[in-house]
């Protein structure tokens, strides 16, 4: 018998993890620390920047792409495990 993936605790559990690395990189593109990394999430996310405002919708939208990659994820788990 195979166990079921929780689909919505898990990708309540992958948006939180998205948020706090992009609030980590923002905070440290802030001290000039990983800006290559920086660089890149500025260039794959539409809202990213340095600025505070930038951080927090860099977060937000982040959290709203990883629950729904990870929610999608959970559904075809469950479906095809």
């Known amino acids: 018998m195979t166990q079921q ?4 605790a898990f990708s309540l559990a992958a948006a939180i993890v998205a ?3 992009m609030l980590l ?3 440290l593109g802030n001290f000039g620390i ?3 990394a920086f660089e890149m999430m500025q260039q ?6 340095l600025t505070p405002t ?3 919708a860099g977060m937000i939208e982040a959290a709203i ?7 999608l994820f959970g ?5 095809f495990a």
């Open 19 to 21: 948020a706090i690395v």
């Open 75 to 79: 559904v075809l788990y469950n479906k």
């Open 65 to 71: 792409i990883s629950f729904i990659f990870a929610y």
């Open 5 to 8: 993936l929780k689909s919505l």
């Open 54 to 56: 930038g951080i927090i």
């Open 44 to 49: 794959w996310h539409m809202f990213f920047s």
């Open 34 to 36: 990983y800006t290559g």
């Open 25 to 27: 990189l923002g905070i």
